[in-house]
T-cell receptor
Framework: DAGVTQSPTHLIKTRGQQVTLRCSPK?????VSWYQQALGQGPQFIFQ???????QRGNFPDRFSGHQFPNYSSELNVNALLLGDSALYLC?????????????FGPGTRLTVL | AQRVTQPEKLLSVFKGAPVELKCNYS??????LFWYVQYSRQRLQLLLR??SRESIKGFTADLNKGETSFHLKKPFAQEEDSAMYYC???????????FGPGTSLSVIP
């Protein structure tokens, strides 16, 4: 099991563009959470997907949206990119909320907005 | 709102010395508390959680509800402990995980 995988590894975009990041969860996990980690800060929760629905959302604008597919993989979409969106985006997978659900993190996607 | 603070951005200790990484939280209830670690060029991973009351790699963490603290301790630091450490909180297992800003631990040989 490769664990949680994310693609791409790095991405460079310009302001106003749109970006899609992808995540495949650890085998057996069906819950995916996304985090934004700006330089020098801890990860900030964006949202969580379970059973193809957004279950929880952090304090992020609607420009940030997501999707979960039947195979539990997930996408994070960011529209109208701003310079401040430059960060490491982490995906974490786990068993459903309510269980002894340790989160396993992926390596992250480094997004740079110019 | 829940919040996690880690007052030290950087902490340097000599090998063999005791180490304590501080974590304070703000939440009126009884949260789940975690320590995550990120070694150089590795992904973020769970180190320990307070409900397990376990020692991992010689590290322990005690939850002090009166002081709302969850400090991470190890009696004798090793060079391989050098890493970024994040304290994190979750209200219940249904809720989002809130991370602190992290402390970079450097163990000097």
């Amino acid at each position: 099991d490769a664990g949680v995988t994310q693609s791409p590894t790095h991405l460079i975009k310009t302001r106003g563009q749109q970006v899609t990041l992808r995540c495949s969860p650890k085998s057996g996990h069906d819950t995916v959470s996304w985090y934004q980690q700006a330089l020098g800060q801890g990860p900030q929760f964006i949202f969580q997907y379970y059973e193809e629905e957004e279950r929880q959302r952090g304090n992020f604008p609607d420009r940030f949206s997501g999707h979960q597919f039947p195979n539990y993989s997930s996408e994070l979409n960011v529209n109208a990119l701003l310079l401040g969106d430059s960060a490491l985006y982490l995906c974490a997978s786990s068993f459903p909320p309510g269980s002894y659900n340790e989160q396993f993190f992926g390596p992250g996607t480094r997004l740079t907005v110019l | 709102a829940q919040r996690v603070t880690q007052p030290e951005k950087l902490l340097s200790v000599f090998k063999g010395a005791p180490v304590e990484l501080k974590c304070n939280y703000s939440y009126s209830g009884s949260p789940e508390l975690f320590w995550y670690v990120q070694y150089s060029r590795q992904r973020l991973q769970l180190l320990l959680r307070h409900i397990s009351r376990e020692s991992i790699k010689g590290f322990t963490a005690d939850l002090n509800k009166g002081e709302t603290s969850f400090h991470l301790k190890k009696p004798f630091a090793q060079e391989e402990d050098s890493a970024m450490y994040y304290c994190a909180l979750r209200k219940t297992s249904y809720d989002k995980v809130i991370f602190g800003p992290g402390t970079s631990l450097s163990v000097i040989p």
